[in-house]
């Protein structure tokens, strides 16, 4: 059974930082693709950054955002720097393996002042 856990959310203020955490079990952690979807209230479900053969993020985050994976933890961070008010959202880990979709239960994140 995938399970994806979430960790490291909360409320910082405008130029901020924070690291998202998401530990997973039950799944081989290897090349599939795992990465960081967020949803903004009234708003569609976003992606935000991808790891697996390659890396990928959303237009609005590069250079600010960095994805990275240790496979000994079968754990996936987002370290989100130079926060902004539009990245508050509710923050979703992503697994996809053997043809599903896995998402973890979502991590508020705050931007205000």
């Known amino acids: 059974q995938v399970q994806l856990v979430e960790s490291g959310g909360g409320l910082v203020q405008p130029g901020g930082s924070l690291r998202l955490s998401c530990a997973a079990s039950?799944?081989?952690?290897?090349?599939?693709?795992m990465g960081w979807y967020r949803q903004a209230p009234s708003k569609q479900r976003e992606m935000v950054a991808l790891?697996?053969?390659?890396?990928t993020y959303a237009d609005s985050v590069k250079g600010r955002f960095a994805i990275s994976r240790d496979n000994a933890k079968k754990t996936v961070y987002l370290q989100m720097d130079s926060l902004k008010p539009e990245d508050t959202a509710v923050y979703y880990c992503?697994?996809?393996?053997?043809?599903?979709?896995?998402w973890g239960q979502g991590t508020q994140v705050t931007v205000s002042s």
């Open positions: 992503y697994y996809r393996g053997a043809g599903a979709s896995y």
């Open positions: 039950g799944i081989i952690f290897g090349a599939n693709p």
């Open positions: 790891s697996g053969v390659t890396t």
